[in-house]
């Protein structure tokens, strides 16, 4: 494994800045601050390679320096997908470091936030009183998350607060990897398309089945206007590109007929989630999970009848797609 890591490590991306090979290797010991590891997760044959790394040994209720702050947004680079583990954080302490990587976005879904706590955002299936403590429906199709805003989130960091004995998983899929194998034809008929993207797509599906999904207010329908953003979109500190369509929140693709438009996205979906570009994330307690969702689409699997999951969210507010 150490081998791939290396290969992963060294792994030519276009980035504006020099990216050190060191940045994400193993870290040696240092006189001062944490001496972290960030290392490879196991994955079966034929999952993505690139995506999740975990970080051991580092304390986030701690302060983080500069020098190792760097170092794990490098590896949030490189990896899109990054675990911290066993972090036993406060809801405080989750939104500071959050607010590390940019400004925080708050989810139009207000009745779901955490009290005292307005960025976070309380994904959970438990019912007490007869009252959700949670959204428990949430990923429930493959998205990017507030990719129907003007400024989609560059990144979210869910925390588990408490996980099922069975299932919970939750999916990545490599949208980097998934654009570089297309064919080149069909890379060119994606040169300059723009796609809209619509938070109302699906709503009147999951309401259906959810009851403790709420009827959205007229201000919270005019919150979530549709957007307009590339089909391709080329990442903002990598340079990588990587394909940005959900089946979760892509309406069509602007200025094609819609049987057209419904067909080319069809295929991008079944292209876009294969298994060769899939991380699983297998939940331990405590951990606290960052993806990049300039790079990653991600789905939730769900859990059997009768298990408990709650976890925080926030979201880091990103740049307007290009
Ligand atoms: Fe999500």
Redesign the pocket.
């Known amino acids: 494994m150490s081998a791939l890591f290396d290969a992963l490590t060294a792994h030519p991306f276009s980035f504006r800045r020099p990216v050190p090979e060191s940045a994400v290797r193993q870290a040696p010991a240092r006189a001062a601050g944490p001496a972290f590891e960030v290392r490879p997760i196991s994955q079966p044959d034929g999952a993505s390679s690139r995506l999740g790394v975990e970080v051991v040994g580092l304390d986030l209720a701690q302060p983080l320096s500069s020098d190792d702050f760097a170092r794990l947004h490098e590896a949030h680079l490189q990896h899109s997908v990054v675990v911290y583990r066993n972090q036993r954080i406060t809801p405080a302490e989750h939104i500071a470091f959050s607010r590390r990587f940019g400004p925080l976005q708050r989810h139009v879904l207000r009745n779901f936030k955490l009290d005292q706590h307005d960025e976070i955002l309380v994904v959970s299936n438990i019912i007490e009183g007869g009252q959700p403590t949670g959204l428990g429906d949430?990923?429930a199709y493959w998205?990017s998350?507030l990719s129907y805003k003007p400024k989609p989130a560059l990144g979210?960091l869910l925390h588990a607060q408490e996980l099922p004995e069975v299932g919970g998983d939750t999916l990545f899929a490599d949208q980097v990897a998934a654009y570089d194998a297309l064919p080149y034809t069909l890379k060119q008929q994606l040169t300059g398309l723009l796609a809209e993207h619509s938070y109302l797509l699906k709503y009147e599906e999951l309401r259906a089945r959810n009851p403790f999904r709420p009827k959205l207010s007229d201000e919270q329908v005019a919150e979530v206007k549709p957007a307009i953003h590339p089909v391709v979109r080329t990442h903002p500190e990598t340079g990588r590109k990587a394909l940005f369509v959900s089946e979760h929140f892509t309406t069509r693709i602007v200025g094609l007929p819609q049987a057209r438009s419904d067909a080319l996205l069809a295929e991008l979906f079944a292209h876009s989630t294969q298994p060769q570009f899939v991380y699983r994330h297998h939940w331990q307690p405590h951990d606290l999970l960052f993806w990049d969702n300039r790079a990653v689409l991600?789905l939730a699997t769900g859990v059997p009848e009768g298990q408990r999951r709650k976890l925080y969210r926030t979201t880091i507010e990103g740049d307007v797609p290009v």
Do not use: R
């Open positions: 949430a990923g998205h998350d979210s991600h």
